[in-house]
């Protein structure tokens, strides 16, 4: 089955500066890669996400970047503030289609 | 405008009782889906509904789990006998497409704690 690795589980940032947080998946026919936020006590909440068509996504801050070849995608986070802080989920489509999701990366945000 | 609402917000019982979780989706959401997120385990699908059909169940851990969709407004996750490893933050989420890649809108989880 698919497998999704996540890295790095914790990350630490001054505010302002940027965040990156890199996933890597195996299988080569995943076509969908959304990233989601969770804060403490909610769901996840959808914050981007990019087809296999696409090569880089941007939304105001945040940014994803997709390299089918090398099987990645990341997410970036420029000029970072407090309210990042939660946990950061990527996700993959598996061959059957269903969504599976990587280990989660904490971000803290210190002013 | 509502999200998915779900409810209890906190459930705990003890080993051998039955307990039920409950989701209304998003309206007009046709599309819904039950997960399960632990430490060790991450977040998991249990099941997907289309059109108040179950489609996929594959994650359903064992028969002691079972989901209902009465109608396109409520849903439910059973689990008879609950045991200590049910513990976990169970999330019902929901969709208007009839796929995995349309976008999931999460509720905001009933924590389940079994003694």
């Known amino acids: 089955g698919e497998n999704v690795e996540q890295h790095p589980s914790t990350l630490s940032v001054q505010e302002g500066d940027s965040a990156v947080i890199k996933c890597t998946y195996s299988?080569?026919?995943?076509?969908?890669f959304p990233w989601y936020k969770q804060e403490l006590g909610k769901g996840p909440q959808l914050i981007i996400d990019?087809?296999?068509?696409?090569g880089e996504k941007k939304d105001q801050r945040i940014a994803v970047t997709l390299n089918k070849t090398a099987k990645h995608f990341s997410l970036h986070i420029t000029e970072t503030q407090p309210e990042d802080s939660a946990v950061y989920f990527c996700a993959v489509t598996d061959s059957w289609g269903k969504l599976q999701f990587g280990a989660g990366t904490q971000v803290v945000v210190t002013p | 405008d509502a999200g998915v609402i779900q409810s209890p917000r906190h459930e705990v019982t003890e080993m051998g009782q039955e307990v039920t979780l409950r989701c209304k989706p998003i309206?007009?959401?046709?599309?819904l889906f039950w997960y399960r997120q632990t430490m060790m385990r991450g977040l998991e699908l249990l099941i997907y509904?289309?059109?108040?059909?179950?489609?996929?169940d594959s994650g359903m851990p064992e028969d002691r789990f079972s989901a209902k969709m009465p109608n396109a407004s409520f849903s439910t996750l059973k689990i008879q006998p609950s045991e200590p490893r049910d513990s976990a933050v169970y999330f019902c989420?929901?969709?208007?497409?009839?796929?995995?890649?349309?976008?999931?809108?999460f509720g905001p989880g009933t924590r389940l704690t079994v003694l």
């Open positions: 509904f289309n059109n108040n059909v179950p489609i996929d």
């Open positions: 990019i087809r296999s068509n696409v």
């Open positions: 989420a929901s969709s208007s497409g009839q796929s995995y890649t349309d976008t999931q809108y």
């Open positions: 309206s007009g959401h046709n599309s």
């Open positions: 299988d080569s026919a995943s076509n969908y």
